[in-house]
């Protein structure tokens, strides 16, 4: 990884750190965000602390899926919008935090890694 100084005027910099406060990132990360969102996409933006569109929208559709029936994060959403997400690892990690373990639990893996979880 690169490390990277900047100059910033003050103004710039009051906003960088006011708006990385309030998405709960530190200003090394908030910047990195948002390089990301201007160099690759805004539809490439990380999931994390600072992006919780689509952890929300996971959560609402869990929600959907019949008690007792099994699936996988990946199933909740189109194929378009599964591949917006930039890292299913991290987003995963996430979701499992929010649903378990009152909305889904974690039952078992698939040969390929992914979590298949059990809607309560």
Request: net charge positive; hydrophobic share 45%; charged share 30%.
């Given at each position: ?22 998405a709960e990132l530190d200003l090394d990360a908030f ?44 199933d909740l959403f189109s194929k378009d919008e599964w ?38």
């Open positions: 990884m690169l490390q990277l100084a900047l100059t910033l005027d003050a103004d710039l910099a009051m906003a960088a750190l006011e708006q990385a406060r309030e910047v990195v965000e948002k390089l990301r969102q201007v160099l690759v996409g805004a539809a490439a933006a990380p999931i994390g602390r600072g992006n919780e569109e689509w952890l929300t929208k996971a959560v609402e559709r869990a929600r959907a899926v019949p008690v007792g029936q099994e699936f996988k994060l990946q591949k917006q997400i930039p890292s299913p690892t991290v987003f995963g990690r996430e979701f499992r935090k929010e649903v378990e373990p009152d909305l889904a639990i974690h039952v078992r893996k698939t040969p390929q890694n992914q979590a298949i979880y059990e809607r309560r």
